[in-house]
C-alpha cells in the first residue's frame, strides 16, 4: 500500500475510533496500537489524531483534543486551555524532542540529521549508510526511535513513497547489523607451571600459573581453588592470570583446580594438577 494510502487508511481508522462510544481511556488505548503498527509514538502519532480529525471526522475534533491530551500528559488531564491549535504549534519541537529522547540525543542533532539525511537520500544514497553516518550506535533498542526520525524526516523534507520506503529499511537493517551473535561458548582454563620458594620456618611459597582461551567474549576471570586431605578451599573467584600465589606446609601433596569464565558469564570445564612442596 502506498504510504499516502496508508496514513489515508489509518486516518480513518483513527476517526472511527474517536467517534465511537467508547469510554476515553479505551480510545486512548487503540489509537496508541494503532500508531505502535506503524512505528508512530508520542507527538508524531498525536500530530495524525488530529489531522485525521481535522479532515475527516472535525465532529468529533473535541475528543481528538482529549486523546492527544492524554499522549502527551501520560496519563494526567491536559490544561483547560489545551486545543488543536496549541498542541499543531507545539508538536514539530515536541517531535523533535521525543526523537532525540529515544535516539539518546539533543534536538539539534536530530534537526541537522534531517537535513543531512533529506539529501543524502534524495540524491539515491544507500539508505543504510546514510542512517549509518547518522546513528552508528544505533542498536535494536533504538528501532521505534529511527522509525520516527524516518516519519520525522518524511513529513519535514516531503520526502517521496520510495524515500520512505527505503529508509524505513535502512533502518532495519543498520540495527539487525549491529547485532552480536550471542556467546555460548564456554572457555577453557589450563596450567602452564608451579614455582615455589623454600622457608627456614617449614613453609614454601608456592606460584600457580595458568592460562585461558576463549573463542566467542573472551576470558574475563579464574576461579582458583587447593585442595589437601580431600577437602576443597576456594582461593580466588576473580584472578586475572596469570597466576596465583600462597604459603604452604612443606613435605605435602596439593591438588589445584583452575576454571575459567568469560565476559559472556560463561564457565568452562575445571583443569587439575598436584604438586607437592619439598
Known sequence: MPPSAQAASLAGTICDTLTSAAPLSKKVTKVVSFGNEESLFGSLLASLVLQAANSGCKSALSSAEHVVGKLFHVGKSPPKTSSAPTYVRALPDLAAQQVASALGTSTAYIENAITSVCRSVSRRGNPVSVLDAEFPAARLVHMRGLNAFVSLAARRCDLPGWAISALNSGALQLVLSHVASADVDPPVAYFTGF???????GT?????????????????????????NGGWYRLTTGASGPGWRIDLATGLNYKWAVEAVDRAGNAGPVAYSTVGTS
Open 204 to 228: 614454601a611459597t608456592v606460584s600457580a600459573y595458568f592460562a585461558g582461551a576463549d573463542r566467542g567474549s573472551g576470558v574475563a576471570r579464574f576461579v582458583v581453588w587447593i585442595s589437601h
Open 195 to 201: 614455582g615455589q620458594q623454600r622457608h627456614q620456618n
